[in-house]
């Protein structure tokens, strides 16, 4: 079955911990995009890569790094220098270019303790 | 002012009921999402339109691009259909597209 995997469902840490959320998608999309959603606001976009090796940052980048070694994988590490790190993160592909219908990943809820 | 505003931001109807969510954006876009949300938090894309109408089973989703407006219709609403329904529109900045989401209208469908 083709999709986008994220790991973990959930996830606790404490402050002042870095965390690493997975995304792997098996759909040959190029392009990848990491999104954080909070109660009452749009979902908001923190980095995005439209080819293997390169990446962008979104409107929230700070406190967040990505890699993009390759095209299936977009892991996401939330570092302590984010402020207020406990939020739904989602991942997403599509087919360049990043207007293009995006699909989804089920979502990682971390909460920091 | 949000550059995508969606209304109402909670629905509640009754089975059967014709259902419609409306999407206004203040900015220039080239195409528009509607997404829909289930309780665990899954995101499904149900269109992507840049202009006229497009159906889905039961799902219409219309947009005039003069007006800035989408509307997204639910026909003889069902229980599974409650939900959180999302617009985002393609805008541009820089040379990137670029999208951007509203707020999301929480769906509620009883019995």
């Known amino acids: 079955d083709g999709g986008i995997t994220q790991s973990p469902k959930y996830l606790f840490r404490k402050e002042g911990q870095n965390v690493t959320l997975s995304c792997e998608q098996n759909l040959n999309h190029d392009a990848m995009y990491w999104y954080r959603q909070d109660p009452g606001q749009g979902l908001r976009l923190i980095y995005y890569s439209q080819i293997v090796n390169d990446f962008q940052k979104g409107d929230i980048a700070e406190g967040y790094s990505v890699s993009r070694e390759k095209k299936e994988s977009f892991p996401l590490t939330v570092t302590s220098a984010q402020k207020n790190p406990t939020a739904f993160y989602l991942c997403a592909s599509s087919f360049a270019p990043l207007g293009n219908e995006q699909f989804f990943g089920p979502g990682t809820r971390l909460t920091v303790l | 002012k949000n550059e995508v505003e969606q209304s109402p931001q909670n629905l509640t109807a009754q089975e059967g009921e014709f259902i419609t969510i409306n999407c206004s954006y203040s900015v220039g876009i080239s195409a528009l999402h509607w997404l829909q949300q289930h309780p665990g938090g899954g995101i499904v894309s149900l269109f992507m339109?840049?202009?006229g109408k497009k159906k889905h089973g039961r799902l219409i989703a219309t947009i005039n691009i003069q007006e800035k407006h989408s509307s997204l219709h639910i026909t003889a609403s069902h229980p599974r259909d409650s939900a959180v329904y999302i617009c985002?529109?393609?805008?541009?900045?820089?040379?990137?597209?670029?999208?951007?989401f509203g707020t999301g209208t929480r769906l509620q469908v009883t019995l």
């Open positions: 985002a529109v393609v805008g541009f900045t820089g040379t990137a597209s670029k999208l951007t």
């Open positions: 339109l840049s202009s």
